[in-house]
C-alpha cells in the first residue's frame, strides 16, 4: 500500500499531528497548542471550535514538509471521556465537557444504580454521566448527537457525524463484550437516537468531505477512519503487540497495561479493559510514581543522585510510595499510608530506596492483573519521563524479571498514524 497516512492527537495541551509512510516510517511532524480549558471548581469545559481551529492549522505546518496529497487515511484520537451534544449538522450545541470534568455527581450516582460493575461508565468524569447532566441542563440546538472529542473532528473532517469506535464509545456505557449498546440505558432515559454508531478503530467510514479537501489541500479520496483514545494510541505507539506485552507510563502517577486475550475488569480497583480487535487492553493506575517522587526530592536533585544508584545492590528497603494517604490499584484502599521507613542517612540510598519500591508496586500490579486472568508477562516496555532514567530501568528489569525497554515512539499521533495504516486489529 502507497501514500501516506495521517494520525492526530487532539490531547490536554494542543492538537499533533503525524504522517507515515507504508512502512510506518515517520515523515513528519507538527503541532498547535491550545489554550487551558476553562475551569470553575469541578467544571472544566473547552470551545470545541477551539480544537478544531488547532487541527486545521497543524494539517496546515503539517503541509510545509509533507505532500498532503499523498494522504491515503486519517485517524483522529482524543482525551478519554471528553464530550459534547450537537445538531444534526455538527455544531455544537454545548461546550466540550473535558475529560477530567467532574461537575456529574448527581448523575454518576444514577449510572452506579444501574449500571453493571465491569462497565466503564462509573464517575462523575465519565462520559454518561456529562452525557446526562448535559440533557438534565439544557442546551442550545436541536440535540442530534451525543460525540467524542475525536469523534467530532473525524467527523469534521468526513461532513458526517455519529460514528464513534470502541474505545471511546467505553466511558458512555458501550458495552464492548457484546459489542452492544446495553439494555439498562434505558433505564437512565438515554435516547437511543443520540448515541452513536460504534465501529472498531481504524474501520474507514467516509472519505473526506470534499470542500474541506479543497481548502486544506488534502486529496478527495482520503478516507476518514474510526478513531481511539489518546491513551490507547500511545500503547500504539510503543508497537507492542502480543498477548504478555505490558507498557509501564512513569509519570506524576504508575499506570499500567498489558495486551491480554480476553477482557479484565476490576471496578473496585479500577482495573477495566479496553477492545483491540481480539484482544483486549487491560490496565490500572497506582497512585504511587513520579509525584511520590516529589515528595522528597526536586527534579534536579534526582538526576544528581542517579549516578550514585546501584542498580545491582539491592537496599532491601521495603517501601511503598505514595504522595498522600490512598491506594487503587495494586492495593484497594482509600487509607493507605505510605510506606517510607526507615530513612537511610544518605539521600542516595534513601532515593535508590523509592525507586525500588515503585517497581516493587509495578510488580505487584502485574501479578494483580495477572490474578485477573492477564497471560503471564512478556515485557515491559516503559513511557514517561521516569522511563529515561536508565538506573531505574535496570531497577525495574530485576524486580519484574522480565525485559524492560524504553519506548522508541510514544507520541499518541505516531499510535493513530499507524492505525490509520494498519486498519481495524485482527
Same mark, same amino acid.
Given at each position: 500500500?502507497?501514500?501516506?497516512?495521517?494520525? =492526530?492527537?487532539?490531547?490536554?495541551?494542543?492538537?499533533?499531528?503525524?504522517?507515515?509512510?507504508?512502512?510506518?516510517?515517520? /515523515?513528519?511532524?507538527?503541532?498547535?497548542?491550545?489554550?487551558?480549558?476553562?475551569?470553575?471548581?469541578?467544571?472544566?469545559?473547552?470551545?470545541?471550535?477551539?480544537?478544531?481551529?488547532?487541527?486545521?492549522?497543524?494539517?496546515?505546518?503539517?503541509?510545509?514538509? !509533507?505532500? $498532503?496529497?499523498? =494522504?491515503?487515511?486519517?485517524?483522529?484520537?482524543?482525551?478519554?471521556?471528553?464530550?459534547?451534544?450537537?445538531?444534526?449538522?455538527?455544531?455544537?450545541?454545548?461546550?466540550?465537557?473535558?475529560?477530567?470534568?467532574?461537575?456529574?455527581?448527581?448523575?454518576?450516582?444514577?449510572?452506579?444504580?444501574?449500571?453493571?460493575?465491569?462497565?466503564?461508565?462509573?464517575?462523575?468524569?465519565?462520559?454518561?454521566?456529562?452525557?446526562?447532566?448535559?440533557?438534565?441542563?439544557?442546551?442550545?440546538?436541536?440535540?442530534?448527537?451525543?460525540?467524542?472529542?475525536?469523534?467530532?473532528?473525524?467527523? /469534521?473532517?468526513?461532513?458526517?457525524?455519529?460514528?464513534?469506535?470502541?474505545?471511546?464509545?467505553?466511558?458512555?456505557?458501550?458495552?464492548? !463484550?457484546?459489542?452492544?449498546?446495553?439494555?439498562?440505558?434505558?433505564?437512565?432515559?438515554?435516547?437511543?437516537?443520540?448515541?452513536?454508531?460504534?465501529?472498531?478503530?481504524?474501520?474507514?467510514?467516509?472519505?473526506?468531505?470534499?470542500?474541506?479537501?479543497?481548502?486544506?489541500?488534502?486529496?478527495?479520496?482520503?478516507?476518514?477512519?474510526?478513531?481511539?483514545?489518546?491513551?490507547?494510541?500511545?500503547?500504539?505507539?510503543? /508497537?507492542?503487540?502480543?498477548?504478555?506485552?505490558?507498557?509501564?507510563?512513569?509519570?506524576?502517577?504508575?499506570?499500567?497495561?498489558?495486551?491480554?486475550?480476553?477482557?479484565?475488569?476490576?471496578?473496585?480497583?479500577?482495573?477495566?479493559?479496553?477492545?483491540?480487535?481480539?484482544?483486549?487492553?487491560?490496565?490500572?493506575?497506582?497512585?504511587?510514581?513520579?509525584?511520590?517522587?516529589?515528595?522528597?526530592?526536586?527534579?534536579?536533585?534526582?538526576?544528581?543522585?542517579?549516578?550514585?544508584?546501584?542498580?545491582?545492590?539491592?537496599?532491601?528497603?521495603?517501601?511503598?510510595?505514595?504522595?498522600?494517604?490512598?491506594?487503587?490499584?495494586? =492495593?484497594?484502599?482509600?487509607?493507605?499510608?505510605?510506606?517510607?521507613?526507615?530513612?537511610?542517612?544518605?539521600?542516595?540510598?534513601?532515593?535508590?530506596?523509592?525507586?525500588?519500591?515503585?517497581?516493587?508496586?509495578?510488580?505487584?500490579?502485574?501479578?494483580?492483573?495477572?490474578?485477573?486472568?492477564?497471560?503471564?508477562?512478556?515485557?515491559?516496555?516503559?513511557?514517561?519521563?521516569?522511563?529515561?532514567?536508565?538506573?531505574?530501568? /535496570? =531497577?525495574?528489569?530485576?524486580?519484574?524479571? !522480565?525485559?524492560?525497554? !524504553?519506548?522508541?515512539?510514544?507520541?499518541?499521533?505516531?499510535?493513530?498514524?499507524? $492505525?490509520?495504516?494498519?486498519?481495524?486489529?485482527?
Amino acid at each position: 500500500m502507497g501514500g501516506l497516512f495521517l494520525g =492526530i492527537d487532539v490531547g490536554t495541551g494542543g492538537v499533533r499531528a503525524c504522517t507515515i509512510d507504508a512502512q510506518a516510517g515517520i /515523515r513528519g511532524f507538527a503541532s498547535t497548542a491550545l489554550p487551558a480549558p476553562r475551569v470553575d471548581g469541578n467544571a472544566i469545559d473547552q470551545t470545541p471550535e477551539l480544537w478544531w481551529q488547532a487541527t486545521v492549522d497543524t494539517i496546515g505546518k503539517l503541509g510545509k514538509t !509533507v505532500d $498532503l496529497g499523498e =494522504i491515503t487515511r486519517i485517524v483522529v484520537d482524543g482525551t478519554s471521556g471528553t464530550l459534547l451534544l450537537t445538531d444534526a449538522a455538527g455544531r455544537p450545541c454545548t461546550p466540550g465537557l473535558m475529560y477530567n470534568d467532574a461537575r456529574a455527581t448527581h448523575q454518576a450516582a444514577r449510572v452506579a444504580a444501574i449500571a453493571p460493575a465491569e462497565s466503564g461508565a462509573h464517575g462523575a468524569s465519565s462520559a454518561l454521566a456529562k452525557l446526562l447532566y448535559l440533557l438534565d441542563h439544557g442546551s442550545s440546538g436541536d440535540i442530534s448527537h451525543a460525540v467524542h472529542q475525536a469523534d467530532w473532528i473525524a467527523g /469534521r473532517l468526513a461532513g458526517r457525524y455519529g460514528i464513534s469506535d470502541e474505545n471511546n464509545a467505553l466511558k458512555l456505557g458501550y458495552d464492548p !463484550v457484546a459489542r452492544s449498546w446495553p439494555a439498562w440505558l434505558d433505564q437512565l432515559g438515554v435516547r437511543r437516537d443520540l448515541l452513536p454508531q460504534v465501529l472498531v478503530p481504524g474501520t474507514p467510514f467516509a472519505e473526506i468531505d470534499p470542500a474541506l479537501a479543497r481548502t486544506l489541500g488534502l486529496p478527495p479520496s482520503a478516507q476518514i477512519a474510526a478513531g481511539t483514545t489518546d491513551g490507547v494510541a500511545a500503547f500504539i505507539a510503543t /508497537r507492542a503487540d502480543q498477548p504478555g506485552d505490558a507498557v509501564t507510563s512513569l509519570g506524576t502517577t504508575l499506570v499500567v497495561k498489558q495486551l491480554a486475550t480476553q477482557p479484565i475488569f476490576a471496578a473496585d480497583q479500577g482495573v477495566y479493559s479496553h477492545r483491540l480487535g481480539d484482544r483486549w487492553l487491560a490496565g490500572g493506575a497506582s497512585n504511587s510514581g513520579g509525584a511520590a517522587l516529589l515528595m522528597h526530592f526536586t527534579a534536579d536533585e534526582m538526576e544528581r543522585l542517579t549516578p550514585q544508584v546501584e542498580p545491582d545492590q539491592p537496599t532491601g528497603l521495603d517501601y511503598y510510595p505514595l504522595p498522600k494517604p490512598g491506594e487503587r490499584f495494586p =492495593i484497594a484502599d482509600p487509607a493507605l499510608a505510605a510506606r517510607i521507613t526507615p530513612r537511610p542517612a544518605e539521600d542516595h540510598r534513601f532515593f535508590q530506596g523509592l525507586l525500588e519500591g515503585i517497581a516493587s508496586v509495578e510488580a505487584l500490579a502485574y501479578r494483580q492483573l495477572a490474578g485477573l486472568g492477564a497471560p503471564r508477562l512478556r515485557r515491559v516496555i516503559g513511557i514517561g519521563g521516569g522511563a529515561k532514567n536508565e538506573a531505574w530501568t /535496570r =531497577i525495574r528489569h530485576r524486580t519484574l524479571g !522480565v525485559p524492560v525497554t !524504553v519506548a522508541e515512539q510514544t507520541e499518541a499521533s505516531y499510535g493513530a498514524a499507524l $492505525l490509520a495504516l494498519n486498519g481495524a486489529p485482527p
